[in-house]
Nanobody, 124 residues
């Protein structure tokens, strides 16, 4: 089992940047594929980015390609989301998720573990 804690959210102006981090407990972090999802008010939770166990494969939602980068540090049990050129439509609660899988996973239902979320608000 793994526990996930997100941090780094906040209020930023459009065009600005934020870096979200997710710290995972346990000694088997490198066994998990990781992902980031987000949920805007009144909307369903959507896929943002995913990374496989060793960080060599990454997938992104079309809406964030070129602006957001997912990375992981297996030595520190962390996964990060660097967000640049932020837009008001990026405003949401961002969730970190983990699944015991070799490949990067983009489907929400396949993730077994979730963090509590961190709020990102982008003002226009």
């Amino acid at each position: 089992q793994v526990q996930l804690v997100e941090s780094g959210g906040g209020l930023v102006q459009a065009g600005g940047s934020l870096r979200l981090s997710c710290a995972a407990s346990g000694r088997t972090f490198s066994s998990y594929a990781m992902g980031w999802f987000r949920q805007a008010p009144g909307k369903e939770r959507d896929f943002v980015a995913a990374i496989n166990r060793n960080g060599g494969v990454r997938y992104y939602a079309d809406s964030v390609k070129g602006r957001i980068t997912i990375s992981r540090d297996n030595s520190k049990n962390t996964v990060s989301l660097q967000m640049n050129s932020l837009k008001p439509e990026d405003t949401a609660v961002y969730y970190c998720a983990a699944v015991n899988a070799m490949v990067a996973v983009t489907t929400e239902g396949e993730y077994a573990y979730w963090g509590q979320g961190t709020q990102v608000t982008v003002s226009s």
